[in-house]
């Protein structure tokens, strides 16, 4: 029998340093294609991008981008940076230095959630690029079914200044799962 290495298994991983930025507006959508962006066909979907770029949507007309590990999320820094306000009503949303992003990984994902929060997040209930806006160890939450079918994985956004709390909740949680906390190099190798 093979043993799991720890983000199969049970990881928590620290992806804040990863560049993401939202956009907002009636026009979001079409600027937002109008780069190549595949977007989700409703509010509180994800897709993956063929470059590693995750796309959420917030609401009708709110976007979450979140930066590839393939190109350690320059993709995104770049809009960021190159974003200009025009005629078009599509607003940037800064959003490096208001969420971190951890991503939760491994078999145990559901388990490790149940005991901090109060949404059904089985992969029955919460399927890949499912998005929930929702209470996580009394924090507001975004958390996204980023998984795969190599590897379950949730990408959990939550308030920058409480991310520490935050860490030390699942890494609680995590700890009847033998879960650990793994560094991001071990993603980029």
Known sequence: MTSLNPIERCALIDLTDLPRVGFRGVDAAGWLTARGYSLPSAP????ACDDGTLVARLSQT???????LADRGQ????????????????YLLPRQDSHA?????GKHVAEVMAKICGVDLRAEAFPVGSVAQTSV???NVIVINAGSAELAKFYLLCDRASVEYFQ??????MGEFGG???A??????
């Open 44 to 47: 509180n979907q994800a897709v």
């Open 62 to 68: 709110e976007y979450f981008l979140l930066g590839s």
């Open 75 to 90: 993709r995104i820094a770049t809009e960021e940076a190159g974003w200009v306000l025009g005629e078009e009503r599509n």
């Open 101 to 105: 992003w951890l991503q939760l990984s």
């Open 137 to 139: 160890a009394r924090l």
């Open 168 to 173: 030390g909740a699942v890494l609680d949680a």
């Open 180 to 182: 650990v906390p793994v």
């Open 184 to 189: 991001l190099e071990n993603l980029l190798g």
